[in-house]
């Protein structure tokens, strides 16, 4: 306890705390201390706010040239479920028609790295997205992709963000962080980029004027000690760029996984992450409960630990369904106030870039 007393102080000081303090509090009981230490950290930062955007996410193939153990979305061509929408049918999905239920203001595009389309396609993808519709945010491509979008291109990283930015994309996604440490990467996801370069590639993209999410997917075979780590060269990196606008800790999902021994994740270590990523990484503006992954009453209950985000309506997500998701597909931006005001907390729907949207 007198460890716990110890970080109670340094939190109400404003001091940072260190990866044994973050140690401390994943190793405590006291998940009561740890979240109200969350929710002071959090009201500062954000008072009672909680953001939510009406968005759609848009998951453009399953087909993909990697097998990561922890993955049930990505299918060879060929193989059943295997699926690739053309950019006519992206546009289709957004059509005016359906901004009479759901006027989105950003659309979410992430999907696997198939073998056969070219960088031309993604770019094409992103600027007639922008054109018909100028007024949705398109945040898109996680970091994973654009590393491959490099090798397709043969343009170098500077090179091919700048192509997406002049197309028309206005930020990306957090996913492909997954955990840093190589030893549990190598286990867990070997072809995919490694954590050193994903980082890179979000620090070129902060220099390049492209804001991003960041990640960490836990859960699965990683320790305490892991997530600490990966969470400090989180933080470290926002030091240096201020790039990163929300951290979204993801809670794995084993069913139709390779990951041996798989379960899902409990509540209490849900609220106790969500907490610990407020109370850490004291550089990030905005810490996310993903009710796709926590389900709609942990990601509720998440807003008094620290979390100051639902995300959205998120429409149409299939990577996490494809595991198991019990949560629903969508919610409506009604459902979404309604879980936030019985929380106790304010909601204010926002942007892409977290002003707030009004009407």
Request: glycine share 8%; with cysteine.
């Amino acid at each position: 306890m007198m460890s716990l007393n110890k970080i109670e102080t340094k939190v109400f000081s404003g001091k940072r705390l260190t990866p044994n303090d973050a140690l401390t509090l994943f190793e405590s009981d006291d998940i009561f201390a740890i979240g109200r230490l969350a929710s002071y950290v959090a009201r500062k930062k954000n008072g009672d706010n909680v953001y939510f955007v009406q968005n759609y996410h848009i998951n453009p193939t399953n087909i993909c040239v990697n097998r990561c153990k922890f993955c049930a979305f990505s299918r060879s061509k060929g193989e059943k479920g295997a699926y690739e929408l053309t950019i006519k049918d992206i546009i289709k999905k957004l059509h005016p028609s359906s901004f009479i239920l759901h006027p989105y203001s950003e659309v979410h595009l992430v999907g696997g790295l198939h073998p056969e389309r070219s960088f031309d396609f993604y770019i094409d993808m992103v600027r007639r997205i922008k054109n018909a519709f100028p007024h949705i945010h398109i945040k898109a491509f996680t970091a994973v992709e654009i590393d491959y979008f490099t090798k397709i291109s043969r343009l170098s990283l500077t090179d091919t963000l700048r192509a997406l930015k002049n197309a028309g994309l206005d930020s990306m996604p957090g996913g492909g962080a997954e955990i840093f440490n190589k030893g549990i990467r190598n286990k867990i996801c070997a072809e995919k980029i490694d954590g050193k370069r994903w980082l890179e590639v979000m620090e070129n993209a902060h220099g390049a004027g492209i804001r991003s999410n960041a990640t960490m997917l836990y859960g699965h075979i990683e320790k305490y000690e892991h997530r600490a780590e990966h969470m400090l060269k989180l933080r470290n990196l926002q030091d240096r760029t201020g790039g990163f606008q929300a951290f979204i800790p993801l809670a794995f999902h084993p069913k139709n996984t390779r990951i041996n021994g798989g379960c899902y994740t409990s509540g209490i270590d849900d609220l106790k992450t969500i907490a610990i990523s407020r109370l850490f990484l004291d550089n990030f503006p905005h810490i996310k409960a993903y009710w796709i992954m926590l389900g709609e009453k942990i990601a509720q209950l998440a807003l008094l630990f620290g979390a100051d985000d639902v995300d959205g309506t998120v429409i149409e997500e299939k990577i996490t369904h494809s595991a198991g998701a019990l949560s629903g597909r969508g919610m409506s931006k009604n459902e979404l106030i309604n879980l936030i005001k019985k929380a106790g907390k304010v909601p204010v729907e926002r942007d892409g870039f977290y002003k707030q949207v009004f009407g």
